[in-house]
């Protein structure tokens, strides 16, 4: 007969499977993640685009502009 497990062990294989399982959902959430572009109105409404509609294709576009012209801009001081 074997004697019971010691009680941090049992702890110890709790936690380590929340954790098998917290890293199991980020990698499935990580491949299903496909990016977009999301507006916000003053009203508090927002809208998401796809990158393979017309219109997310051109807020990419525009985006990548604005990152470009604000990486060349040094912060005065």
């Known amino acids: 007969m074997t004697?019971?497990?010691k009680?941090?062990?049992?702890l110890l294989d709790r936690v380590?499977?929340?954790a098998d399982e917290?890293?199991?959902y980020m990698r499935r959430r990580r491949a299903?993640?496909?990016?977009f572009a999301r507006l916000y109105y003053a009203g508090g409404r927002t809208e998401d685009h796809a990158t393979d509609s017309a219109a997310g294709g051109e807020l990419f576009v525009a985006a990548g502009r604005l990152i470009?012209?604000?990486?060349?801009?040094?912060?005065q001081r």
């Not at 299903?32 to 990016?35: E, L």
């Not at 470009?68 to 912060?75: L, S, T, W």
């Open 16 to 18: 380590s499977g929340y």
């Open 68 to 75: 470009e012209v604000a990486g060349k801009r040094r912060p």
């Open 3 to 5: 004697p019971p497990p």
């Open 7 to 10: 009680p941090h062990r049992v």
């Open 22 to 24: 917290a890293a199991a």
């Open 32 to 35: 299903s993640r496909k990016p």
